[in-house]
């Protein structure tokens, strides 16, 4: 323990670079948004404000935004139609993203936040709603100390090259393969 102790306190200590950063939560798996939310719940914390913008979700309420929207240091926009199968309107669907990436973008010119968290970003993405590169271009553009957290299964391989951090979830086992709902505080 004390040859680990030294190994890590010395890359503790090779890290001076003081920045925002791009995080890439991807994957089949659950918990993409749950660790966006835990992180928005941790610069709460340390005082710091905060901008999120859900790009699908929103034909039904979810417990973040029911909770986060109640906190003066979080400014909150639903903009999706729904899962995109169930919307069956690719113009809508698009419109909807433009709409919701335009408040995305002014958020990532806004000094005053500290994190911005774009849920569901990487599946406007994938349906080509939004143009990686616009993304990528804005994620590079944002003030220095502002961190950026983006959301979504099926993150493209240009964001995930831009990101500081890529975590991507896995299915190993999820009740909804047994039959069991979406439960309020787990899913919803």
């Known amino acids: 323990m004390e040859r680990k102790k030294a190994v890590v306190d010395g890359k503790i200590a090779a890290a001076d670079v003081e920045r925002g950063v791009l995080l890439v939560l991807t994957g089949n798996g659950k918990g993409k948004s749950s660790s966006a939310f835990g992180m928005v719940a941790r610069a709460l914390g340390h005082d710091l404000k905060v901008g999120v913008v859900q790009f699908i979700k929103g034909r039904f309420s979810t417990g973040e935004e029911a909770f986060f929207r109640r906190v003066p240091d979080v400014t909150y926009f639903v903009m999706g139609e729904g899962y995109t199968w169930e919307t069956q309107d690719r113009a809508r669907d698009i419109a909807a993203a433009q709409a919701a990436w ?86 919803l």
Not at 131 to 144: G, H, K, L, M
Not at 155 to 172: F, H, K, R, S, Y
């Open 102 to 187: 335009k408040i995305a973008c002014d958020m990532l010119r806004n000094e005053q936040l500290a994190m911005v968290v774009l849920d569901e970003l990487n599946i406007a993405l994938k349906h080509r709603y939004i143009a990686v590169e616009d993304v990528i271009a804005a994620a590079q553009s944002r003030p220095p100390m502002q961190h950026l957290v983006i959301t979504g299964r099926g993150a493209p391989p240009e964001l995930i090259a831009a990101a500081d951090t890529v975590t991507e979830m896995n299915v190993v086992k999820h009740a909804f393969q047994a039959g069991i709902r979406a439960q309020k505080g787990i899913e």
